[in-house]
């Protein structure tokens, strides 16, 4: 995984979707994070990656011994994720 790939980092917090903007020893920046729920009537996005921080955060800095892994997002997700972040529609 590189930088500019949509990945899903899970978490004790939960499963975090972001674009890497960049890593180092100790930890990734994801751009445009969203935490991934389940909601009624089945799952989505929420704007953020806890419910007191700012809204559409820009980016977040998640450390890697907080990380429990780092996977490629499923491009049903990776289409939400671009969908919420940008506004604009991807077909499938």
Known sequence: ???GDVVTMVTPIGEVIG????E?????TLESPRL??????????????????????DEAV????????MVDTSPE???SWRQQTSGLVIPS
Request: proline residues 4%; positive net charge; charged residues 20%.
């Open 1 to 3: 995984m590189k930088n």
């Open 19 to 22: 674009k890497i903007k960049a």
């Open 62 to 69: 998640i450390f890697k011994g907080g990380a429990v892994a």
């Open 24 to 28: 180092d020893e100790s930890s990734i």
């Open 77 to 79: 997700l990776v289409a």
């Open 36 to 57: 991934f729920v389940a909601q009624e009537g089945g799952a989505g996005l929420v704007p953020g990656i806890c419910m007191t921080g700012k809204a559409d955060p």
